[in-house]
């Protein structure tokens, strides 16, 4: 039997060594050296860092698709650049297809109506959203875009972030060159 506080020691010891050995261990794994014999390069991630799985691939679109997208994007450009005032945000998508439309944010730095005005073309309808956290809540307001032409709203924004949101109708679709586009202004 140990004298008083002994055992105490001995644990704290023991726990101390497992602790340094682990530590060491745990610093051996995370990087191979630089085969620099001095070891003043920059650590290199191991063979265990590198192992990743490949990002899922989007399919492409093919060049039908991609010209009536051009040509879809400048007709919205058209539309939405009778939006009176300083723009506060403004951003435009696909209006279809898989990783389809867009997401913003932005900063209102003076509370008061702002004009949203929002148009899409080569679909007969698009929805899009803002949001903005207010302090009773979060705040959504839903745009039901009817495509044939823009539409503008006046709607009240509080000081902070909001930001702007194009839902898809059929996330499986495919793509047919199809947009849409948000700006939202401040007279």
Same mark, same amino acid.
């Given at each position: 039997?140990?004298?008083?506080?002994?055992?105490?020691?001995?644990?704290?010891?023991?726990?101390?060594?497992?602790?340094?050995?682990?530590?060491?261990?745990?610093?051996?794994?995370?990087?191979?050296?630089?085969?620099?014999?001095?070891?003043?390069?920059?650590?290199?991630?191991?063979?265990?860092?590198?192992?990743?799985?490949?990002?899922?691939?989007?399919?492409?679109?093919?060049?039908?698709?991609?010209?009536?997208?051009?040509?879809?994007?400048?007709?919205?450009?058209?539309?939405?650049?009778?939006?009176?005032?300083?723009?506060?945000?403004?951003?435009?998508?696909?209006?279809?297809?898989?990783?389809?439309?867009?997401?913003?944010?932005?900063?209102?730095?003076?509370?008061?109506?702002?004009?949203?005005?929002?148009?899409?073309?080569?679909?007969?309808? &698009? $929805?899009?959203?803002?949001? /903005?956290?207010? @302090? +009773?809540?979060?705040?959504?307001?839903?745009?039901?875009? *009817?495509?044939? %032409? &823009? $539409?503008?709203?006046?709607? /009240?924004?509080? @000081? +902070?972030?909001?930001?702007?949101?194009?839902?898809?109708? *059929?996330?499986? %679709? &495919?793509?047919?060159?199809?947009?849409?586009?948000? @700006?939202?202004?401040?007279?």
């Amino acid at each position: 039997m140990s004298g008083p506080g002994g055992t105490r020691t001995v644990r704290c010891a023991a726990a101390l060594m497992v602790g340094m050995v682990l530590a060491v261990g745990v610093a051996a794994c995370a990087y191979e050296g630089s085969g620099d014999p001095e070891g003043s390069g920059d650590p290199q991630p191991t063979a265990a860092g590198q192992s990743r799985r490949p990002a899922p691939s989007v399919p492409s679109k093919g060049p039908d698709i991609l010209a009536a997208e051009t040509r879809n994007y400048a007709e919205l450009e058209k539309r939405l650049s009778g939006a009176p005032g300083s723009v506060l945000l403004a951003d435009s998508g696909p209006a279809d297809g898989p990783g389809v439309g867009f997401s913003k944010a932005a900063t209102v730095m003076t509370a008061g109506p702002h004009t949203v005005t929002t148009a899409c073309v080569g679909t007969p309808d &698009a $929805q899009m959203s803002l949001s /903005q956290d207010t @302090k +009773g809540g979060t705040e959504h307001v839903v745009f039901d875009v *009817d495509c044939s %032409g &823009a $539409q503008s709203r006046v709607v /009240q924004l509080q @000081k +902070g972030y909001v930001s702007a949101h194009l839902t898809r109708h *059929d996330p499986t %679709g &495919a793509w047919t060159g199809a947009v849409a586009g948000i @700006k939202i202004t401040v007279q």
